[in-house]
């Protein structure tokens, strides 16, 4: 330290530094520091850990946690409750027989259940962002991915997935539908490529946030809206709706071109057949680009922090 | 390698939208840190202090890898935090004083075994420092307690606490004794000149407390305008400022302002009367000689904040 304190303005700084290197202040020797570093946990290690934390947490309220598993599970029924009530009326819901609809609404609820709860909390990044709490995640360490999407990992969103799984099971045993091994296969492909592409959404649609704080609504359009979009069969909808989300938002492919070929119905706008097995592949290009787009966020958060 | 943080002409540049008319946006580039230069060797422990908005978080940002400087080069353990952000991570403590990391609804404890598997500290190292932290910072009633139901004091020891386990070489302060009670002050204080000399843990501080800054730094550094100011002593930082004391006197009855060598009388309210000192000056001659001509009564001492210091440093050249 300068024995002579100074005042320095922008122009002294320089000299003020120097000062100090001159005294030479030599540093503590046997300072603590050169201890062995082990590498910072991975991805999977970072996502449990916090998940785990959460469930703790929520289970410190273990009434009120039985009370949300018990609701997620009913209000999420309750779309399935409407498709009933439908069917009270009429045969057949744009050609499709309430079998069939139950398959379409079992298949998407169980695949976005999946995806929402894993990592269902993603979209509260934009708060994060905005009241400085993503700062806190940066400066531990370990992927912020991992901790964003574990964040406030709740076992009561398993209430959703658990009323998707049943109503696909049901349809599973009502469906009139010659089973092939390559159909009884997609099944479970299907419902794999449709959680990963329902997790891609949540993570583009975060990374969006990273621009736009207020974003969650918009994101909640796409995978909300999504899922009870796919619930129905494509039939139901205009045709430049079915457009948008098999040419550009490549929703179709998480249940609707799989579940189709199961059910051996004809395929929307001509598609071929055989997209029924390209799930994986897009829900890999939709993972690919959801990582890219991420990576540019937090770019774009670490250079201007807000 | 003694100087355990670098700093070389570092900036940050922010660009601001701002609204001008309907659809119309201004850019306009706020340099929030403009051209900052400073070395602290292994083992000191500094105050960075200065106004509101004056580029202090930006630059405690920049060392601990959230942002990333927009030109100038920061060395920090021999790491450039922005590039290598977790490896920072895994050598450096911080603590948000107006933000925990603590989690809410969870035992302290429970806090602490996370920190123990994130930074991948081997057990018997974590069981030691967490002992030593536990007696230090008198958390053992706590470690059971969920951290919502801690007072501010003991959340604030219990980030603290959250924050050595895994043995940093630097440990980043933002304002640790803000909205403490004088005990809790005082107990965040001691712990950390105890962790600075045992330790030899290098301490960087933002506060707005003076008093922190006296009772625990021998350098402290001002930022203004994202520009650094003064890097030295803290006594010749009130000698830069020309800062002053203000003793308040209280007299017997009303009478005109106080005549006493080296002061001035800068307010009168009845019996009641503030009179202004340099900061470097003792105030015993001056509390002697108006007690020898006034009938005293009472009298107190206040010392100068922070932003008075640093405002009376620009009432010179430094227009704005």
Redesign the interface.
Known sequence: ??D???????AG??G??DA??ATG????A????V?E?????GMWA?YT??AG?WI??TL??RASFVMMLVGNFLVTAFDFVVIALMFSQVRSLGGYSFAEVAFLYGTSTTAFGLANALLGSIDKLGARVRD??L??L??????VLAQVAADRFGLQRLGRLLQGGLVLGGSLLALHVHWTVLKVLLVPVMLLSGTAIFCAVFVAGAAFQFWAQDAAEVQSAFTYGGQTLLQYPPTVFAKDMVRGVTYIFPLAFVNWLPALYILGRPYPLGLPSWLAFTPPLVAALCLTLAGLAWRVGV?AY????? | M?D?IELDGVEKV??VRRKTGRWRREKRQVRAV??????V????MVGYIGPNGAGKS?TI?ML?????P?AGRIGV?GLDP?RE???M????G?V?GQ?T?L????PLY?SYR?AH????IPDA?FRENLDRCVELLDLASLLDV?VRQLSLGQRMRGDIAAALLH???VLYLDEPTIGLDVISKAKVRQFLRDLNAE????ILLTTHDLTDIEQLC??VMVIDHG???????L???H???ESERTLVVDLERELPPVRAEGARVIKVEGPRQWLAFPASASAAPLVAQIAAEYPLVDLSVREPDIEAVIAR?YEG??VH
């Open positions: 330290m300068p002579a304190p100074e005042a320095v303005g922008a700084v320089a003020a530094t100090m290197d202040v030599v540093g503590v046997g300072a603590a520091g201890t570093r082990l590498p910072a946990p970072t850990m916090i934390m703790r947490s410190a309220y400085g709490t700062d806190t940066l400066v531990r360490p370990a992927p770019r670490r250079s201007t922090g807000s | 003694t355990l922010f660009d403009d051209g900052i230069s400073f070395r060797p292994r083992g000191e930006t940002k601990t890898g959230i942002l990333t927009s353990a922005s952000r977790t490896k991570a895994q050598r450096i911080v948000f933000r990391t989690w809410w609804d969870l429970d996370l598997r994130m930074y991948r190292r969920p043995d940093p070489d330790r030899a843990t290098t021998k350098r520009r650094l100011m003064y890097d030295g002593a006594a010749g930082l000698e830069a400022g440093m050249p430094e």
